[in-house]
């Protein structure tokens, strides 16, 4: 049996990954899925990738496509979640911070550099016309950094899927000020282009395995609640989420891939086209 090294973040998008090691069916296909959830986002999981720590990677499209703009020797396999993320603005409950304008020139609170969190503050401050210059960071590496950091007063606000920090807002720690869509479909699944390029056959059985469980993965009975109680939401939260997530079965068209890369140029997080071929698996 071959093993493939796979990591993403723990959150509510990647279930049917477990879901599918947990019912053998990578086994089934005589494939050894290690799946390891990285807490601190994109940023580690592209330095992982750069320093052969893993095989794939389900992450951010904005933040592998930046690290492969700037050396990272990895491919694009397909689109893993088609719908945007909803980067939910938050800031401490307690702050005086009433509205998005509030945080003009203020410090957010960011995973690591390369991270979502970092490159979505250069979307926000586009859709603000701030400038790119104002926007300063605080490196919490995770949501509970993030939680100690806005507490503490060492950042004043910190971007996240506004899902998964719903419960630290019920809670009244965060209050959430607003929510900036990625403009873009936000998974995608990457590999080091040298393990790929080895092990075609392989990975291309792990997609076609990973893909199935995708298109049923809504029609699963009481999935709502499932999620819910893993994850630890409320059913209706969960159910809004179901309803606006959709995941793919499809690589990225090169029309596609273009317009994301527009897009990337104009917030400032790459400052050069891409090749479609240099970027997505063949």
Known sequence: MKTIRIVGVPEHFNFPWQLTIDEGLFNEAGIDVEWTDIPQGTGKMCEMLRNEETDLAVILTEGIIKDIANGNESVI????????????????????????????????????????????????????????????????????????????????????????????????IFRRVDVCPTPWPCFMIVARKEFYENNKPMVDHLLKIINQTTTEFKMIPSIDKTLASVFDQKLDDIQQWLQITKWSQKKLNEKQFEQIIQDLIKYNIIKEPLKYSDCIAQ
């Not at 926000?124 to 100690?148: C, H, M, P, R, Y």
């Open 77 to 172: 396999l397909q689109t893993f979640v088609q719908s945007p993320l909803q980067w939910g603005i938050h800031v401490n409950a307690k702050s005086s911070f009433k509205n998005i304008e509030d945080l003009k020139g203020k410090t957010a609170a960011i995973s690591r550099f390369g991270s979502g969190s970092e490159l979505m503050s250069y979307v926000n401050a586009s859709n603000q016309n701030w400038d790119f210059d104002s926007v300063k960071f605080e490196i919490v590496n995770t949501l509970d950094g993030a939680v100690e950091a806005l507490t503490e007063n060492k950042a004043d606000y910190f971007m996240w899927d506004r899902f998964m920090t719903q419960p630290i807002v019920d809670k009244g």
